[in-house]
C-alpha cells in the first residue's frame, strides 16, 4: 500500500518524509509547550490569588484595628463623654450640642462611618448622627439597645447590624463586661460597601469573590452574590484544607481560606476555574495557531529547498537512465527505481571513461616538451630540432648557461609497497609540481622532468658565474623541505656545477644520481654537489670475506649472540669504503646466504628481489640493523611481492616506461622487465594478457604513433623523425612504417596535408 502512495521522484519522496517528520516534532513539541504553559498558568494563578488572600487580610487586620482605635477615641472625646454619663437633675443642652459637634467632626474625618448612636440610659435619650434625638422607647433600632443590653463579651467585637433592611458592621464601646454596669454607650455603624471597596478591594461586578465568615457561620464581607452566599453558609466547611475546589451550580471554584485572628473569622478567596481555563485556552489556541503556521512554512521551504536543491539530482537521475538504456544491469535489481543508485551507476561510468581517455585530454604541447626535454637528457648530443625548441619554448637557455638538479625518493621500494601505481605518479607530479615553483621563489626559470622511477630531473636557468652555487644549493633544500612539509616524503638532492649546451648531459645526469645515493653509505643530510664526486670515488672495491661470512651464519647456528656481534660488524665494517652499487650488491650475497642457509630463500624468488628489497632502507645502518635482527629473531619474513595481485599496476607501469623511452633506440625488453623487476618471460606474458598483443609489438606501435604525430604536426625531415621515434635506421624506419599503414612517410605525409 505505501510503495502505491510513495512518490517515484527522489525530491517528493525526502519532502514527503521530511513533513512527516517535521510535522510530528512540532506537534509533539506544541503539546508539550501547551501542557507546560497550562501547568505554569495554574501554579502562577495560584500563587498570585495566595498573595491577593495574604494582601487582604493584612489589611482587613489593619483597617479592623484602626477602627476600634477610633471608636475608642470617640467613646473618650470629653463632649461626648459628658453627655453620656449626665443624669437627669444635671441635664443640660448645650453638652447635648458640644456632643452633636464632636459627631459631625468624626462623621467627616471617617469615610467609613454610616452613622454614630450616641446612647444614654440614664437620661433615657439616644442622639444619632442624623441630629436626631430619640427615647429608648421611640428609637428605631431597638436591636441595637437590646444586643447592647445583652452583650457580655469583655471587648471590641465587630457585629453584624441590620438597620430598616441595610446591614452594617457595628462596633459598640465599651463593651459590656459581667462586673461591669455602663450606662452611656457609643455605636457606629459601618458601611460594607466601603468596606469592602477600600478595605478588601473589590466590587461587586469582580470574577474573583471574596467572602469573610463570622464565629457563627453568618456573611460578615464580601462580593459574593446572594445565592453564593446563601450556599457557603450552607456548606460544612469543617473538613475544608488552606487550598481546595468547591463546585457550585455550573461553576467550579478555586478556593483558599486564612483566618482573621484577632476576629476569628474565616476569609474565604473564591477564583472561578472557569476564568483562567477560558485564559488558558485562549492562549493555547494562539501557540497551536502559531505552531500551524509555523508548521506551514517549515513545509513550504522544505518543499523549495527539495525542489531546489534535490529535483536536479532527480532530472539527472532521469537523464542518466535515458542515456544507460533499460539493458543496463542495474534494471533487473531492486534499485531499478533508486535515483542515488542511477546516479552512481553513472558516476562510476564516467569515471571509466576518464580513466580511459586520460591520455587523450592531456595537452600534446606539455606531453611533447616532456619528452624532448628527457631526450636532451639521455641523448649524448641532441638534435637541432630539439635545441631549437628547448630555446623557443622554455626558459633554460635563456642565459646561455644552465644546472641540472636531482632529487631522489628516498627508500623506494617502501614507497612502491605503500602506494599503487596512479598514486606514485600524482606524487611524483606533485613532487615536479613544488620544485618548480620552489625554484622559481628563489628566482630561478626550471623545467622538471619526471623519469617514471624514484627520482625527478630539473634543468635549471643559470647566470654564468659559480658563485650561485650557494644559493642555488639552498633554493634545492628549500624544494627538499617543501616536499617533506606537505608531501611528507623524504628526498635526497644534487645539483650540478653551471653546465652549457656542448656538456655530455647523459654522463651527468648518472654523475648526479650516483651522488643522490651517497646518503645511503655515509647518512649525510645534505644536497650534493660536483664537489663531492671526488669523495665518493673510493678507487677499487674490496671484496667480501666469505671466511667472515661463514663465521656470522654459524655464530647463528649456535645461537651465540656475541660472537654473531663481533663477526658481524668486522663483516659489514669495510662497507662504508665501497660505492652504492657494491655496496648492494655484496649486502644481496649476505642476505641471500643467509636465508639459503636457513631455508627462507625462497621469499625473495632470487638476488634481484633482494636487490630491489634493499631499496626500502635508507641508509647501510638501517639495512644492517635489519640484517642483524633478523639473524637475532630467525624469523621466517616473506618478503615476495604478490605480483598476480598487482599486474595491472606492472601492465601500466610497463606502458608508461616505453613511452618515457620511445626515443631510445636500445630499448628493449629486458630493459623494460628489469624496470619492474621481473623475468623476461614472466613480463611478456603479464603484458600480453592485459592488452593482447607482445610488448615488442607495443614498442614498434608506439614508434609508428609517435613518427606519424611528427610528420602530421611538423616540418621536420625524415631523418630528424627517424631518431626521435627511436629507429636505429632509416631503412628500418622505411619497411617498417610501410608494413603498418601501406605508405612511405613522404606519402602518408603529402595525403595527410
Known amino acids: 500500500m505505501w510503495s502505491r502512495i510513495k512518490p517515484k521522484k527522489m525530491y517528493l519522496n525526502i519532502f514527503l518524509y521530511s513533513c512527516i517528520a517535521v510535522s510530528l516534532l512540532t506537534l509533539v513539541f506544541t503539546m508539550f509547550l501547551s501542557q507546560q504553559f497550562a501547568r505554569n498558568a495554574i501554579d502562577e494563578m495560584g500563587k498570585s490569588n495566595q498573595e491577593k488572600m495574604k494582601q487582604v487580610v493584612k489589611t482587613s487586620e489593619f483597617t479592623l484595628q484602626k477602627l476600634r482605635q477610633f471608636a475608642l477615641k470617640v467613646y473618650s472625646d470629653e463632649s461626648i463623654a459628658l453627655w453620656m454619663n449626665m443624669e437627669k437633675n444635671d441635664y443640660s443642652p448645650l453638652s447635648l450640642n458640644k456632643a452633636a459637634t464632636s459627631v459631625r467632626e468624626f462623621m467627616s474625618s471617617e469615610p467609613f462611618i454610616h452613622g454614630i448612636y450616641l446612647i444614654n440610659f440614664n437620661i433615657d435619650q439616644i442622639y444619632t448622627s442624623e441630629s436626631s434625638i430619640y427615647t429608648t422607647q421611640d428609637f428605631y433600632d431597638q436591636s441595637m439597645l437590646n444586643y447592647i443590653k445583652g452583650q457580655k463579651t469583655p471587648y471590641l467585637q465587630y457585629v453584624n447590624h441590620e438597620v430598616e433592611g441595610e446591614t452594617f458592621l457595628a462596633l459598640v464601646v465599651p463593651a459590656a463586661g459581667p462586673n461591669q454596669n455602663y450606662q452611656g454607650f457609643v455605636a457606629i455603624l459601618f458601611s460594607k460597601p466601603l468596606l469592602n471597596v477600600n478595605m478588601l478591594q473589590i466590587s461587586e461586578k469582580d470574577q474573583n469573590k471574596i467572602y469573610i465568615e463570622g464565629k457563627n457561620k453568618e456573611f460578615i464581607l464580601g462580593n459574593t452574590e446572594p445565592a453564593l452566599t446563601k450556599e457557603l453558609m450552607e456548606m460544612d466547611k469543617s473538613a475544608a484544607v488552606q487550598n481546595w475546589k468547591w463546585k457550585s451550580g455550573n461553576e467550579t471554584w478555586s478556593i483558599q481560606t486564612e483566618r482573621l485572628p484577632i476576629e476569628g473569622w474565616n476569609v474565604y478567596h473564591l477564583s472561578p476555574i472557569s476564568l483562567w481555563q477560558a485564559k488558558v485556552t485562549k492562549i493555547r489556541i494562539e501557540i497551536i495557531g502559531s505552531s500551524i503556521f509555523l508548521l506551514l512554512t517549515l513545509l513550504l521551504y522544505l518543499f523549495w529547498q527539495s525542489y531546489r536543491s534535490l529535483k536536479p539530482l532527480s532530472d539527472l537521475a ?280 636457513f631455508k627462507n630463500h625462497t621469499t625473495f624468488h632470487g638476488m634481484k628481489n633482494i636487490h630491489s628489497f634493499l631499496e626500502q632502507f635508507a641508509t647501510l645502518g638501517e639495512v644492517k640493523l635489519w640484517m642483524y635482527q633478523e639473524m637475532l629473531q630467525i624469523i621466517d619474513w616473506h618478503r615476495k611481492k604478490n605480483v598476480s595481485s598487482r599486474k595491472e599496476d606492472v601492465a601500466a607501469e610497463m606502458i608508461e616506461y616505453v613511452r618515457n623511452h620511445l626515443h631510445n633506440p636500445m630499448l628493449s625488453v629486458d630493459d623494460i622487465a628489469d624496470h619492474v623487476s621481473m623475468s623476461v618471460n614472466y613480463a611478456r606474458q603479464i603484458f600480453k594478457d592485459h592488452f593482447h598483443c607482445s610488448l615488442s609489438d607495443f614498442i614498434t606501435n608506439q614508434r ?50
Open 318 to 597: 532521469h537523464q542518466i537512465k535515458s542515456k544507460l538504456g533499460k539493458e543496463h544491469p542495474i534494471m533487473q535489481t531492486m534499485n531499478a527505481n533508486n535515483e542515488m543508485a542511477w546516479i552512481h551507476s553513472g558516476f562510476h561510468s564516467l569515471v571509466d571513461k576518464i580513466e580511459q581517455l586520460d591520455l587523450s585530454i592531456k595537452s600534446s604541447k606539455a606531453l611533447v616538451k616532456d619528452d624532448f626535454l628527457r631526450q636532451w637528457i639521455l641523448n649524448s648530443k641532441s638534435s637541432k630540432p630539439i635545441e631549437e625548441f628547448i630555446r623557443n619554448q622554455t626558459q633554460i637557455l635563456s642565459t646561455g648557461w644552465f644546472r641540472m638538479a636531482i632529487i631522489r625518493l628516498e627508500s623506494y621500494g617502501r614507497f612502491e609497497e605503500h602506494y599503487d601505481f596512479a598514486s606514485r605518479k600524482l606524487l611524483r607530479f606533485a613532487m615536479g609540481n613544488i620544485m618548480a615553483e620552489v625554484l622559481a621563489n628563489h628566482g630561478y626559470a626550471a623545467e622538471t622532468v619526471d623519469f617514471g622511477t624514484d627520482h625527478i630531473v630539473a634543468l635549471i636557468s643559470s647566470p654564468a658565474l659559480e658563485d650561485d652555487m650557494a644559493q642555488a644549493i639552498g633554493a634545492i633544500e628549500d624544494v627538499r623541505v617543501q616536499i617533506r612539509q606537505w608531501l611528507k616524503l623524504e628526498v635526497h638532492a644534487a645539483v650540478s656545477s653551471v653546465l652549457d649546451v656542448e656538456e655530455n648531459l647523459p654522463i651527468i645526469y648518472t654523475q648526479l644520481y650516483e651522488l643522490t645515493l651517497m646518503r645511503f653509505i655515509n647518512d649525510e643530510d645534505r644536497v650534493f654537489t660536483s664537489e663531492d664526486l671526488e669523495r665518493y670515488e673510493r678507487g677499487k672495491d674490496s671484496d667480501l670475506d666469505e671466511a667472515l661470512l661463514k663465521q656470522v651464519i654459524h655464530s647463528v647456528q649456535l645461537k651465540n649472540e656475541k660472537a654473531l656481534e663481533g663477526y658481524f660488524d668486522e663483516l659489514t665494517l669495510h662497507m662504508q669504503e665501497l660505492s652504492y652499487e657494491e655496496c648492494k650488491l655484496q649486502l644481496t650475497h649476505i642476505i641471500y646466504s643467509i636465508m639459503k642457509s
Open 704 to 753: 609508428i604513433e609517435h613518427a606519424v604525430k611528427l610528420l602530421t604536426t611538423t616540418d621536420w625531415t625524415v631523418a630528424d623523425i627517424t631518431e626521435q621515434s627511436g629507429f636505429q635506421t632509416k631503412s628500418t624506419f622505411f619497411s617498417t612504417f610501410k608494413r603498418a599503414t601501406g605508405m612511405t612517410p613522404n606519402q602518408y605525409r603529402m595525403q595527410k596535408t
